[in-house]
């Protein structure tokens, strides 16, 4: 059975997060503070993170870094705060999904299935040959995940990776925020394009020798992003 720790300091919501979840087939571990929910996504293993960001003693930053720094655990980040600035830290940090309050226990389920199928077919890719795509410096070792600019080693986490790989795959092609988000997100009616825009971002700054002036992925204004070759 799959598991689940939710980080969330209001009891009722917690809970009730935990109901729909045990209803859907999966084992839930709740924490009802930062430092219990830290511990314990550092120490256990998970297949999922559902991480409140307002917690008390330390909050869902802070714990999404300190997994990220350690743990590819896919980690859906909940906040009853709608500014753009939170989505775009928690996402910077490597969250892999961003949900807003109030929301419906089904949509929350729904996000976890679709993350929780991506995750485990990307597991499923260890067993493969190593496959590569080199352009211009930029090395992508699609099997075990890692990617090289001129030879440096840079870290991406899964949603990154996943982008830039599917990017890099098809060169010369543009894409739109919308096309994007369906194809590495998994979802169609469910979540935020700005979603795109964040991890775009992220990843320039990771393999582009100048992010402002980008040699890989460019953006052709008013259509989306284009793989240059």
């Known amino acids: ?65 300190a997994v990220r720094e350690v743990k590819d655990t896919p980690v859906i980040m909940v906040s009853a705060k709608k500014d753009d600035i939170d989505k775009i830290r928690g996402l910077g940090l490597g969250a892999d999904d961003y949900i807003t309050k109030p929301f419906s226990p089904s949509e929350l389920v729904a996000r976890v299935k679709a993350h929780m199928s991506r995750y485990e077919r990307l597991l499923g890719s260890a067993n493969q040959d190593n496959e590569f795509i080199e352009i211009r410096g930029l090395k992508i070792d699609k099997t075990s995940r890692k ?62 020798y100048n992010s402002a002036k980008p040699q890989y992925i460019e953006t052709i204004w008013g259509v989306g992003y284009r793989f240059r070759v």
């Open 1 to 65: 059975m799959k598991k689940i720790l939710i980080v969330e300091d209001e009891v009722s919501i917690a809970e009730l997060e935990r109901d729909y979840l045990e209803i859907s087939g999966y084992e839930v571990e709740l924490c009802h503070n930062g430092e219990d929910g830290k511990k314990a996504a550092i120490e256990n293993n998970y297949d999922l993170i559902i991480l409140d960001i307002m917690l008390p003693k330390v909050d869902g930053f802070e714990i999404c870094k």
């Open 147 to 208: 990617v090289w600019v001129n030879g440096e080693e840079k870290s991406l986490t899964a949603r990154e990776f996943d982008l830039l790989t599917f990017l890099a795959s098809n060169p010369n092609h543009v894409f739109s925020k919308e096309d994007l988000f369906r194809e590495i997100w998994d979802m169609e009616s469910v979540g935020d394009i700005a979603t795109v825009t964040v991890h775009i971002k992220k990843i320039r700054e990771k393999i582009e």
